[in-house]
């Protein structure tokens, strides 16, 4: 079977990243293996991973199973909440190496913002660090509010390259994505497909007919288009190969209108959790 290649995106200190990633949230630790192998065979080179998601052992180890060098595939990992600070954070990151066997990863995202500032500065601090270090190409953040990456503009010394939230088009995150053309940050999206939310969609339905696509491949090739780096999670070998096959057609600048404006009454420019810090939530 041919393998499908997949456009990067060149991030603004020159990293490369794959537009389309697999995201592997709520994969059993036991199944996460086979589930990366099975996205590997068939030309995934990004895999979105997390401490909390108990699974980079297994994105390590489907790794070092496949053909496939380490400067092949682009690993996103995530630090978690309760290891914020300075020192907490390199010691959580050293374990983190650990679990995936790497001596570095691609891309390590501060999962959440937490409600003390200072915290959240010395994680990015310590990211810097890790970045100094090579032990991570490149770093970012994921959930934060419009202050917070203003916080961080202001007061640190390097810009994240990427900010991952939830999005899809029904939460369009406009102004946090307009925050990101002016910073030149890569906009993550989070829950691409809203956890299957949007595969019932009509409007996007009827746009998938006419291109001979899935809803989701639709809505997949929707972020694409949008500059978005797209991490759609799927256990199920069908819908892994599926997920990818969206770089063989191009939906209209009146189709991507469309698909934006059909869910412009639920989309905000909000950020999901504004005041919480997601605090449990993955
Ligand atoms: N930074 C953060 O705080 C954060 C938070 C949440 C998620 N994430 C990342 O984002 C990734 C994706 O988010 P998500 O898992 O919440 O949502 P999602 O990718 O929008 O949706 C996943 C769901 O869609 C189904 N699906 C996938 N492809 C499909 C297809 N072609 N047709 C029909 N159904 C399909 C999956 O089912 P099956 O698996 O059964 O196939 C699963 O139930 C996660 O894996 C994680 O890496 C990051």
Redesign the pocket.
């Known amino acids: 079977m041919p393998e499908l290649t997949i456009p990067n995106i060149t991030l603004h200190d020159g990293v490369e990243i794959p537009q389309l990633g697999l995201?592997?949230?709520?994969v059993p630790p036991e199944e996460a293996q086979g589930v990366v192998e099975d996205a590997l065979d068939v030309g995934y080179r990004h895999i979105?991973?997390?401490a909390s998601?108990r699974s980079e052992a297994a994105v390590g180890a489907a790794l070092a199973a496949s053909d496939l060098s380490r400067e092949e595939v682009f690993v996103t990992t995530?630090l978690w909440n309760a290891e914020q600070s300075y020192d907490s954070t390199l010691k959580a990151f050293e374990a983190t190496l650990d679990r995936l066997g790497f001596e570095h990863v691609d891309l390590c995202?501060i999962?959440?913002p937490v409600l003390s500032e200072s915290r959240s500065l010395n994680t990015w601090r310590a990211s810097e660090r890790i970045l100094e270090e090579g032990r991570a190409r490149t770093i970012g953040v994921?959930?934060c509010r419009v202050e917070d990456l203003e916080r961080l503009e202001a007061e640190t010394d390097t810009r994240p390259t990427v900010h991952?939230?939830?999005l899809?088009s029904r939460l369009q995150q406009v102004e946090l994505r307009r925050l990101h053309a002016e910073y030149r940050i890569v906009t993550?999206a989070?829950?691409?497909?809203?956890?299957?939310d949007l595969?019932a969609d009509e409007t996007i339905g009827e746009i998938a007919v006419r291109h001979g696509k899935?809803?989701?491949?639709t809505i997949l090739r929707w972020h694409v288009q949008l500059g978005n780096v797209a991490?759609?999670?799927?256990?199920?070998a069908e819908?892994i190969r599926?997920?990818i096959e969206i770089f063989d057609f191009k939906l209209s600048k009146e189709e991507m209108a469309t698909i934006s404006e059909a869910d412009a009454a639920m989309a905000t420019g909000r950020t999901v959790f504004p005041a919480s810090g997601?605090a449990g939530?993955?």
């Open positions: 995201g592997v949230v709520h979105d991973t997390a998601y995530r995202l999962h959440w994921s959930n991952q939230v939830e899809h993550g989070w829950s691409p497909l809203a956890q299957r595969l899935s809803p989701a491949q991490i759609p999670k799927s256990v199920t819908r599926e997920n997601g939530r993955i």
